[in-house]
């Protein structure tokens, strides 16, 4: 799961209940996983297609040209609508004809120092990108920022339009922290609080994510080093969460900052229900959106993320509104921030709420379905 996915799960169930018949063709995330069909509501299908492994984050699926030549052989769609970046997409370059395709394009193929894989690939991945573009009807962008920034869509502007991303309101209230028994919460706290010693009752900071170079979180380490003195948790796995850890035991904040990796639905709500603040300290653009941004905005929780050229971040929280925006790849600034929230009860207290309101406004996947259907029948 991820916030791709997340999005496209709830896009899907949301257009299925407006009455639209939806077909999800979508990679399996575990290798030695059969191709498989699953209905999960009468006008709603899913079909997993195996993969083999994974390379430079690519999913290798043998069997998708096939599964896409029946599927649209057979379900005959309306329209075909791409979620990019994805190498499984260009199998569609192969069609002369085909039906209303909209691309949605969540991110940019970014390549960087600690991506250089991705550097090497992206100029043959180019090629059959920007044809899938010229083959496209329309284009979908998550935010303005996002698509003036975007070296890729630079060219297209004239077939981009914007729908920021969105979550289900309905979805969120079934996974909601309502109560949980004693015993329950107890079990719980020891499993996420257990680098926590004495009262489990305090304020905290919340931040979640794949331990990933871009997500930041070594400067929220750095940040309790330089002056925060709240407790922070950081929930999610990745290939460096082992080197975020080793960070962490050598500056000696075992006793302040929980790493507890991965957690389920209901552990995870719980902690955005019980958090003082949520914080993205994402250092670059790769971090296109932030979808978890609106999950904690439900909660009504202020928002502390990073100015990051480019990102749609900018665009969910509003300084001095919902939350704090502060410079990227800076302990000093995330150190401020999380100290002023946790000291300022009334100002968490009042970013918290428009920050729902904000999501009510313009985040929901109900508002998103509907402009997506706009686009569809242009």
Partial sequence: MGGMESFMDALAREQASNGHDIMVLAHWHQTKRPTENVQLLDNLSLIRVSIKGVLVHAPMA?????????????????????????????????????????????????????????????????????????????????????????????????????????????????????????????????????????????????????????????????????GFNGRLIIVGDGPLWREINSLRLSLGLTGQVSMPGSLQDKELHWLLYQCSAFCLPSIERTE????????????????????VAGSGMNEVNIHGQTGLVVSPASPHDLSRAMGYILSQKKEAERMGRNARERLEKKFTISDVAHNLEQVYQV
């Fill in 288 to 307: 296109a959106f932030g979808m978890v941004l609106l999950e904690a905005m439900y909660y009504k929780k202020p928002l502390i993320t990073t100015r």
């Fill in 62 to 226: 043998p069997g998708m040209p096939g599964m896409l030549n029946k599927t649209l052989k057979n379900y005959k769609p309306d329209v075909v609508h791409v979620h990019m970046p994805n190498l499984s997409a260009f199998f569609l370059l192969w069609y002369k004809m085909l039906p209303r395709l909209v691309i949605h394009w969540h991110s940019d193929v970014v390549g960087s120092e600690h991506e250089y894989r991705l550097k090497l690939f992206y100029p043959v991945y180019r090629l059959f990108e920007k044809r899938l573009i010229q083959k496209s009807h329309a284009i979908i962008a998550t935010s303005e920022s996002y698509l003036k920034s975007s070296q890729a869509l630079s060219d297209f502007q004239n077939k981009c339009t914007v729908t920021p991303l969105g979550i289900s309101l309905e979805k969120m209230k079934e996974l909601a922290y309502t109560s949980q028994d004693s015993e329950e919460r107890q079990a719980l706290l020891k499993r996420l609080f257990n680098d926590f010693s004495g009262d489990t009752a305090f304020d905290f900071v919340l931040s979640v994510g794949r331990f990933t170079y871009y997500k930041g979180f070594k400067y929220l380490l750095e940040a309790c080093r330089l």
